[in-house]
């Protein structure tokens, strides 16, 4: 959800404006990407931990920390699948004929209202192939995930930690289970993205 909603913003963003700065801004949203989900893990670390850019301070104004809670997971997903949100929702925007968003302007509409009524429909089936991909790439998140939220029983596990536990211990029949599960949902998503490719609007 996060993703899906910071991401079509940002997309937007990177398709319709220039401003100072958008190629770091680009280039941080991008970087998770293509490094080790482990490396990005050790940056939220650095910039959420108790004694984090960000973390630090809060940590001293409320004592409470993002590490090794559900926020961290959270957190940790939505930043590994916003790359892919935005950079789908980006070419889709990008892909919309200016010329109606002229003529809505000619019209009188604001900038919201362009956006809202005739951009953001006219992009959606790339912004629902972007969701579709995020929620897939959340979904199997694993490294990211263990450096900010660790692996806490009940409390931080999520499916492929829970998998990575049930091998390391053992336990093979839970191991099963929860692979199979894991192997119908994401055949379901490639189904959903298959048929959402095909579709005509």
Known sequence: MLAGLFGTALAWIFARRRFPGRGALDLAVTLPLVLPPTVTGYYLILLLGRRGLLGGPLHEATGWTVTFTWAACIVAATVMALPLMVKTAQAAISAVDRDY????????STEWDVARRITLPLARKGILAGLVLAF????????ATLMLAGNIPGRTTTMPLAIYTAVSTGDDDAAQVLVILLTAVSAAVLVIAGRLGQTRW
């Open 101 to 108: 968003e002229e003529a809505a302007r000619t019209l009188g």
């Open 136 to 143: 897939a790439r959340a979904l199997g998140e694993f490294g």
